[in-house]
């Protein structure tokens, strides 16, 4: 049985930053994003009569570590369906690889539904943010479209992502690509280095619960304001967290700066836009849908290097129409 499976980037607004378990991924905290309509993974699976399964990314053809977690994803699927053919995994992304573009959660979310479908798993929601989540913690949240919210939770079972409903103005998220070449260390290492080193690390756990919590309840309330101010605030103490780390981790260029400092700006003159940034230089602008465009007439003034990319609330994984 040939599956193939779409799935989308999620920006997490809260930030997933940290593991208390690296084998299972599961997060010291949990996070909020929204999934995006840009930059789509396609990813088919193929069961085949081979003796090993093939993962092949954007033509190249994968092998240890960098397979590896697509392995487990599938050896997961295929315990749960009593299966155990092996597969060839075709997968091509239409964003620059580990640019700090998310292209792992659309890729492991992609996968984790094309898999179960493939080995015929009837697998409910919860149990797909599950598997993805095995491959790429923030892939647990682009299962489902719009505003997601990882649960921490407290082992396999009780660590999933669920959809948020949202009441408020219709979001759009501009993004600045400062950068699309490869970032010099992989969040998964980066990760580990703070939480081993950085004495910023408790304290960025502890912040990160109660902006959480607020996100979650401006988004009960629609409350655009709080949401935008909570995600400032949320990607800033990750970053600080990862500027305490030995040796330090840090992301952000001048131009990621810039761009924070021109979104502030934009801000003064009463266009309400707010900055966040994950492994990588790119500066990602949360804005109003219906300030899109001056947001991006006004950074492209400030910045006008930089390419932009407008992107809006996109749909969750899914099998792709055959
Ligand atoms: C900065 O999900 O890529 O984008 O679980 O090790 O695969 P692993 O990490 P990954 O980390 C994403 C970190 C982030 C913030 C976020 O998306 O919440």
Redesign the pocket.
Known sequence: MTSTAIAHP???L????G?RD?EL?L?ATG?L?LTLDVFPTTTTIELTGEKDDVVILDGAHLSGSESA?VITVLDLVRELSGRDERARVTSTNTVPTAA?L?S??AA?AALAVAAAHSYELDADARTLSRLA?R?????S?SVFGGLAR?NAGVDDETSFAEPLEWRGPELAMVIAVVSSARKSV???NA?RRTVETSPYFPAWVESNAVLLDRMSEAVTTGDFTAMGELTEQSALR?HASMFGAVPPVR?LTASSVALFDAVAALRDSGVEAYAT???GPNVKTLCRASDADSVVARLSDAMPSVEYVVAHSGRGARIAAE
């Open positions: 999620n920006i997490a809260v930030k997933y930053w593991k690296e991924i997060p996070s994003s977690r700090g998310a792992s959660a492991f989540r491959g790429s913690g923030s892939a949240r990882w992989s969040s998964r990760m990750m992301y940034a994950d492994a």
